[in-house]
């Protein structure tokens, strides 16, 4: 089958373990944000059973009773008043699912890096097999040319044993490009992990776009500040963090509880009574911590420098985001700059063996000549194919500085 850079994205991005535990976090921080939520709303709790109790006299001239009755016991109890602890809890709860989305963001990044890395060397090879093969079949056209001038007189032996060697040669730089192609094509089929016998085959159309490169690198920078999931995650994690000063500060200070309960015939772990009986209580309860100890205030003590190292880590993640754009942006400009000169060296040397094969079809032109434009224009596609690569991988590393890398980018660049 044809395998293009966005079938093998999506293939990886299914079979990635590290997406699946990205994955996951997010489900069990959606689950610690439903558990804050959750402090705003009423608890009930309640019991039913039925209950046997047989008394005795021993010694005494009262009988013993039996009484069999069933007893309910509920009771509800919603915290009207906290000092904003629960709101605290939540907006931490929610910075936290925050961070674990910009997180998950990160991970298919590297997924995607991965796999264009992979296929790109895929298709350089499989490119480089193809210009290797050409190749060859030029040198066996010269080693024809070189046997037709030594049968007319206008050239030696010799000749055509050059021209032979360089055609040998040309057979082993096409079975060496067949074996790295093979190679390549190998890892490229385990990081998206299909079968390790499945048959694919590769387009060798690497593309030439330069689009949003030229960009001044003050825009990059905005960009990596505003969209980088690894800058995201840690605001979102530094923001959880101060609200875990308010949620740890309001742990020491009063509460305001509504309580209510319903008993009916006695009280748990209480005797029965003949009679019976149906109690109702409600009630506004204060909590009051007196002291802890000074437990609060080392807890919030550890909160405020848990703080202080959540913004030392968004100081590092950002300097070393900035950092990576700052270098792939300079990359990118020279790989650009190199990609239109390579075209400009194979058109050279395209034109330079045209112009030597028609003089030594004439006999104005010897072999060595000839050979040496051949050499040079391997030279000169190898060069450009190299050149396309490092365009492609300075360009898709800049887009992942700045954090805009995504599926769906791919895709468009892909199907131009």
Request: aromatic share 6%.
């Amino acid at each position: 089958m044809a395998l293009t850079l966005p079938i093998a994205v999506d293939l990886a991005l299914c079979q990635n373990a590290s997406t699946k535990s990205a994955w996951a976090s997010i489900k069990l921080q959606s689950a610690a944000l439903g558990e804050a939520r959750a402090a705003y709303l009423p608890t009930i709790n309640g019991s039913l059973s039925r209950v046997l109790d047989h008394t005795t006299y021993p010694n005494s001239n009262f009988s013993s009773t039996t009484l069999k009755s069933n007893t309910m016991y509920g009771n509800l109890s919603w915290r009207l008043f906290d000092f904003g602890g629960r709101d605290a809890s939540n907006r931490s709860a929610a910075a936290l699912l925050e961070a674990a989305l910009a997180n998950h963001d990160a991970v298919l990044q590297k997924t995607l890096i991965m796999v264009i890395g992979a296929y790109s060397d895929a298709q350089s090879a499989w490119v480089t097999w193809q210009i290797r093969k050409k190749n060859e079949e030029l040198a066996q056209q010269t080693v024809q040319a070189a046997q037709r001038r030594e049968k007319r007189g206008f050239g030696s032996q010799s000749d055509t044993l050059q021209a032979m060697t360089a055609q040998a040669r040309a057979t082993l730089g096409k079975s060496r490009a067949d074996g790295d192609y093979k190679k390549a094509l190998a890892v490229l089929i385990y990081t998206t992990g299909l079968p390790a016998n499945t048959s694919l085959f590769l387009p060798d159309d690497l593309q030439d776009t330069v689009q949003h490169v030229r960009e001044d690198l003050n825009d990059w920078l905005l960009q990596a500040q505003v969209h980088h999931p690894a800058i995201i995650a840690a605001k979102a994690q530094l923001s959880s963090a101060q609200e875990r000063i308010k949620v740890v500060r309001s742990e020491g200070l009063p509460t305001l509880d509504l309580t209510a309960s319903l008993y009916q015939n006695g009280r748990p772990n209480q005797g029965l009574t003949p009679a019976s009986t149906r109690e109702a209580l409600i009630g506004i309860a204060v909590n009051i911590p007196l002291f802890d100890g000074f437990s609060n205030t080392y807890k919030v003590r550890g909160a405020q420098a848990q703080v202080e190292q959540k913004q030392a880590e968004l100081e590092d993640v950002q300097r070393q985001t900035l950092m990576e754009v700052v270098k792939s942006h300079a990359d990118a400009a020279m790989a650009l700059n190199n990609l239109e000169a390579s075209r400009n060296l194979l058109e050279t040397a395209q034109a330079a063996l045209q112009s030597v094969q028609r003089k030594f079809d004439v006999g104005a032109a010897d072999i060595l000549e000839m050979l040496n434009s051949q050499s040079a224009l391997l030279d000169a596609q190898q060069e450009r194919i190299r050149c396309q690569v490092d365009w492609r991988a300075a360009r898709l590393r800049l887009l992942a500085s700045a954090g805009v890398l995504g599926r769906a980018g791919i895709a468009q660049k892909a199907s131009r």
